[in-house]
């Protein structure tokens, strides 16, 4: 990890569990579930083709303390950094030695011109 300031807050969230509707459907938007102080930091975006329409990604990674709700998380939720809503692409495993968990984040900007 990178310095160890952690300095700006990410929320993760978490698709609500509502009642069935009658047709199965019992997951509803994404809620917030947690708010914690992590390190951010951007890397160089890269572009992505996608049934044939070219399309930016922004890809990032946070550092988020190790706890009982930070080792919860996984690549079915979402983060908010930024008031920006990233993907969570991949969950690393806890860093004891650190005391940090990595997740990397995705987040696509459109079709590319």
Not at 55 to 82: E, K, P, Q
Not at 98 to 112: D, P
Request: aromatic share 6%; glycine share 10%; net charge positive.
């Amino acid at each position: 990890m990178p310095g160890s300031l952690m300095d700006k807050r990410v929320v993760i969230l978490r698709r609500a569990v509502i009642p069935d509707d009658g047709a199965g459907n019992t997951r509803g938007d994404f809620e917030p579930a947690g708010n914690i102080w992590c390190q951010f930091h951007t890397q160089p975006g890269r572009q992505i083709s996608e049934g044939g329409a070219a399309a930016d990604l922004v890809v990032a990674s946070v550092y988020v303390r190790i706890n009982t709700f930070t080792l919860s998380i996984t690549s079915a939720d979402r983060a908010r950094v930024l008031s920006q809503d990233y993907a969570i692409v991949s969950v690393r495993p806890p860093n004891r030695k650190a005391g940090t968990i990595a997740l990397r984040l995705g987040r696509e900007m459109g079709l590319a011109a």
